[in-house]
């Protein structure tokens, strides 16, 4: 049984189809093995990032992004933020909107 792939608002939406195409096409292939996989998809497409809260790792020429989401009984899954990666580490203020997002529609 597949997993459903919904979206936090139809902002976060819109925010995914302005990536960089490259960056598109790689969450693109993301999305696919997460609604095959679920849960059990890990690094280095997904990585949990505790609390339920998981990022997809999407990658294309133009750099890298990463797209918060979390899962919901039924075996959906709510994407809740995307941001182009500029450093290192994930920048504190992406992860707060991230969590606070997963507090209103996830159960962790």
Known sequence: MSWTIDYYS?????EIDALPV???ASYARLTELLEEFGLELRM???RAMG???FEL???GREGIARVFYCTKVGRKIIILHSFIKKTNETPKRELAIARRRQR???KS
């Not at 139809?10 to 819109?14: I, K, T």
């Open 51 to 53: 609390g339920g809260l």
């Open 10 to 14: 139809e902002d976060v939406r819109l």
């Open 104 to 106: 209103e529609v996830c």
């Open 57 to 59: 790792r999407p990658r």
């Open 22 to 24: 490259g960056i598109r």
């Open 44 to 46: 280095p497409h997904s």
